[in-house]
C-alpha cells in the first residue's frame, strides 16, 4: 500500500513558475513508476508527466514539453513537477500517482494509488 500526498499549490501569474511536490508512505517507493495529472474544472483528468523507477526515464504530453520537468528523490520518498512559463489554461487540480509496474504509462488505468491533489491556478 503506498499512500501519496501532494503539495506545493497555489495561485501563480502567467508566465511564473511553481513547483509542486508529491510524498508517499508505505513500500517501497524507489520500485513505483510516478506520474503527474491534472483536472481542470469541467474536463476529464489527463495525463501530464511520467518518470520510470529505475532509469528515471520520463516522458510528457506535448502541452508541456520544455515547460514542465518531473524528477524524483527516492531518499525522499518525493517526485517533483517543476512547472515553469505557465499559462492560464495550465491551471487544474494536479494528482500524482504511483503504478506498481510498467514504462512511459499515460492512462489513469496504468496506475495503483492516487493522491488527494493540489489546486494550480495561474492568473492571466
Known amino acids: 500500500q503506498v499512500q501519496l500526498v501532494e503539495s506545493g499549490g497555489g495561485l501563480v501569474q502567467a508566465g511564473g513558475s511553481l513547483r509542486i511536490s508529491c510524498t508517499a508512505s508505505g513500500r517501497a517507493f524507489s520500485t513505483y513508476a510516478m506520474g503527474w495529472f491534472r483536472q481542470a474544472p469541467g474536463k476529464e483528468r489527463e495525463f501530464v508527466a511520467f518518470?520510470?523507477?529505475?532509469?528515471?526515464?520520463?516522458y510528457y504530453t506535448d502541452s508541456v514539453k520544455g515547460r514542465f520537468t518531473i524528477s524524483r528523490d527516492n531518499a525522499k520518498n518525493t517526485v517533483y513537477l517543476q512547472m515553469n512559463s505557465l499559462k492560464h489554461e495550465d491551471t487544474a487540480v494536479y494528482y500524482c500517482?504511483?503504478?506498481?509496474?510498467?514504462?512511459?504509462?499515460?492512462?489513469?488505468?496504468?496506475?495503483?494509488?492516487w493522491g488527494q491533489g493540489t489546486q494550480v491556478t495561474v492568473s492571466s
Open positions: 518518470i520510470s523507477w529505475d532509469t528515471g526515464l520520463t
Open positions: 500517482a504511483a503504478a506498481a509496474s510498467g514504462y512511459i504509462l499515460t492512462k489513469i488505468v496504468d496506475y495503483n494509488y
